[in-house]
């Protein structure tokens, strides 16, 4: 499933509600994540999971094709940890 058909899933189990309403109601909710993992801070959706930024340390790796060996910069990562009840619901 991709951004379009999760639009028109959600559009046609609300009553009233325009394809074009779910599109902006959407795009606002996953721009509010972005900004609240950019400030630092975590989302978390009870039922659902939680989406937070982790930590990744600097690392030595090896390049593939040559196996020269690199240093790997330290970064930070978008996670998302899904909840008990959404695993409960994935697994019955």
Do not use: W
Not at 48 to 72: D, L, M, S
């Amino acid at each position: 499933m991709n951004k379009t058909d999760l639009i028109k899933t959600a559009a046609s189990k609300i009553e009233g509600a325009t394809q074009k309403d779910i599109g902006i109601t959407l795009d606002a909710i996953l721009e509010s994540i972005k900004e609240e993992l950019v400030s630092g801070g975590k989302v978390a959706l009870v039922g659902f999971g939680t989406f937070e930024v982790v930590e990744r340390a600097a690392r030595t790796g090896r390049n593939p094709q040559t196996g020269e060996t690199i240093e790997i910069k330290a970064s930070k990562a978008p996670k998302f940890k899904a909840s008990k009840v959404l695993k409960d619901v994935v697994n019955a």
